[in-house]
């Protein structure tokens, strides 16, 4: 069975940045797509970023993310990260990787693998 633990999520300032990893197991863990969703109190799950998992890299960002962060993989190591700079009270959420057999246009309900998720807390 398929386990992605998240890690990296704190309290910060305004403009400050964080790191955030996912460690997928077993070792023997694959899939095609992996994607990092994040869930302000209140408010639904929604799409941050998405990286395929194989073969040529393949990245996707939602608009308000575009250029403060940045998806990446250790696809031999298992681990997915985003690093997120200039980080803004509005990206004030929990934080969660998730795998898909899917394509890099998955829905996310065709998300089957998901992280407990991390906290990131960004104050003004």
């Known amino acids: 069975q398929v386990q992605l633990v998240e890690s990296g999520g704190g309290l910060v300032q305004a403009g400050d940045s964080l790191r955030l990893s996912c460690t997928a197991s077993?070792?023997?863990?694959?899939?095609?797509?992996m994607a990092w969703f994040r869930q302000a109190p209140g408010k639904e799950r929604d799409f941050v970023a998405v990286i395929s998992w194989r073969g040529d890299l393949s990245i996707y960002y939602e608009d308000s993310v575009k250029g403060r962060f940045r998806i990446s993989r250790d696809s031999a190591a298992n681990i997915l990260y985003l690093q997120m700079n200039s980080l803004r009270p509005e990206d004030t959420a929990v934080y969660y990787c998730?795998?898909?057999?899917?394509?890099?246009?998955?829905?996310?309900?065709?998300?089957?693998?998901w992280g407990q998720g991390t906290q990131v807390t960004v104050s003004s």
């Open positions: 077993p070792r023997t863990f694959t899939t095609e797509t």
């Open positions: 998730a795998s898909t057999r899917g394509s890099m246009y998955s829905a996310i309900s065709e998300y089957d693998s």
